[in-house]
C-alpha cells in the first residue's frame, strides 16, 4: 500500500489547492471530503470516490478499507494529514471524490415537487445550513440561482455535515431557473418585502418552488416579476429581514404542514 509522509509531495500539494482553490477544483473535476460519515453519505449519494487517504494513528488500515471499496488506498503521516485536514475535530480520513455537474437537466423530481431555490447565498455557513434543512425536510431538490462560489468549497461541505450529498442540487443562472420552473408547470413563490402577502396564507400542496434571496438586497427583480405570488413573513421586531436560512426554514415547514408532513 502505498505511503504519503511529506507534505512537500507533489500529490499531497495538489490536495492543498482543491481546499483552498474554486479553480483548482473545477479543473480536475474533483474535491476533498473529511470524515467518515461524510464520506458515507457522499457514496450513497452516488459520488465517485477515487482515493480515500487515512491517519494510521487515528484510524485503522482495516477501518479505512471499508470505505474505499474500489477507491485506492493511501496512508499518511499525522504531518500530511494536518496539512490537509479542514476541522478542528478529526477523524483521520479524507477522500478525493469527483464532482458532479448540478446541471437542471439532470434533477430527478417526482410528480407533485417541493423546490427550494436560493438567489446568490453569500456565505458557505448559510448554504450548509439551507442544505441541512432540505435534507430535514427531504426536499425533492434545492436549486443555487447565480452562485457566488462552487458548491464543493470546503466550508460548505464542512457546513452542511454532509448533506451536500444528501439533497438532490442543481444550479443555474436566475433566467434558466425561471424558465425550467415554468415548463414544469411548477408555482413560483418568491420571498421579498416588495408586493408581498402572508407566507402562510398560500397553498403549497401543488408542485412548489420557495425562492429566498440574500440578507442583504433580497430577491432580483427578475424573481419578484416572475412570481406567482410574492410572499412575506411578518416581522414584529425592529428589524426587516432575518437569517436566510432560517427564513428558508420557516417557509419549508410551513409547505410540509399543509402537505401532512
Known amino acids: 500500500?502505498?505511503?504519503?509522509?511529506?507534505?512537500?509531495?507533489?500529490?499531497?500539494?495538489?490536495?492543498?489547492?482543491?481546499?483552498?482553490?474554486?479553480?483548482?477544483?473545477?479543473?480536475?473535476?474533483?474535491?476533498?471530503?473529511?470524515?467518515?460519515?461524510?464520506?458515507?453519505?457522499?457514496?450513497k449519494g452516488g459520488y465517485e470516490i477515487e482515493t480515500i487517504l487515512f491517519l494510521p494513528e487515528i484510524i485503522s488500515e482495516n477501518e479505512a478499507g471499508k470505505l474505499s471499496h474500489s477507491?485506492?488506498?493511501?496512508?499518511?503521516?499525522?504531518?500530511?494529514?494536518?496539512?490537509?485536514?479542514?476541522?478542528?475535530?478529526?477523524?483521520?480520513?479524507?477522500?478525493?471524490?469527483?464532482?458532479?455537474?448540478?446541471?437542471?437537466?439532470?434533477?430527478?423530481?417526482?410528480?407533485?415537487?417541493?423546490?427550494?431555490?436560493?438567489?446568490?447565498?453569500?456565505?458557505?455557513?448559510?448554504?450548509?445550513?439551507?442544505?441541512?434543512?432540505?435534507?430535514?425536510?427531504?426536499?425533492?431538490?434545492?436549486?443555487?440561482?447565480?452562485?457566488?462560489?462552487?458548491?464543493y468549497n470546503p466550508n460548505i461541505v464542512r457546513s452542511s455535515v454532509g448533506c451536500l450529498f444528501t439533497n438532490n442540487i442543481a444550479t443555474g443562472n436566475t433566467e434558466e431557473i425561471i424558465t425550467f420552473l415554468k415548463e414544469k408547470n411548477i408555482s413560483i413563490y418568491c420571498a421579498t418585502l416588495q408586493n408581498s402577502t402572508g407566507y402562510h396564507t398560500q397553498d403549497y400542496t401543488t408542485p412548489t418552488a420557495l425562492v429566498v434571496g440574500t440578507e442583504a438586497t433580497g430577491l432580483t427583480q427578475e424573481w419578484r416579476d416572475n412570481a406567482t405570488q410574492n410572499i412575506i413573513i411578518p416581522m414584529q421586531g425592529a428589524i426587516d429581514s432575518m437569517n436566510v436560512s432560517v427564513a428558508a426554514a420557516i417557509l419549508i415547514f410551513e409547505a410540509k404542514r399543509q402537505r401532512g408532513f
Do not use: C, H
Open 71 to 151: 477507491a485506492e488506498l493511501i496512508e499518511i503521516s499525522k504531518e500530511v494529514y494536518q496539512k490537509l485536514a479542514y476541522r478542528d475535530t478529526t477523524e483521520g480520513i479524507l477522500a478525493i471524490a469527483k464532482s458532479k455537474t448540478l446541471s437542471l437537466s439532470e434533477l430527478d423530481l417526482g410528480e407533485n415537487p417541493l423546490i427550494l431555490v436560493a438567489e446568490a447565498p453569500e456565505k458557505p455557513g448559510n448554504i450548509g445550513a439551507i442544505l441541512r434543512t432540505a435534507d430535514a425536510a427531504n426536499l425533492d431538490a434545492v436549486i443555487i440561482a447565480n452562485p457566488k462560489s462552487d458548491l
Open 1 to 43: 500500500m502505498k505511503q504519503i509522509t511529506s507534505v512537500q509531495n507533489p500529490f499531497i500539494k495538489s490536495l492543498v489547492l482543491l481546499q483552498e482553490k474554486s479553480k483548482a477544483r473545477k479543473q480536475t473535476g474533483t474535491f476533498l471530503i473529511e470524515g467518515q460519515r461524510e464520506i458515507e453519505l457522499a457514496q
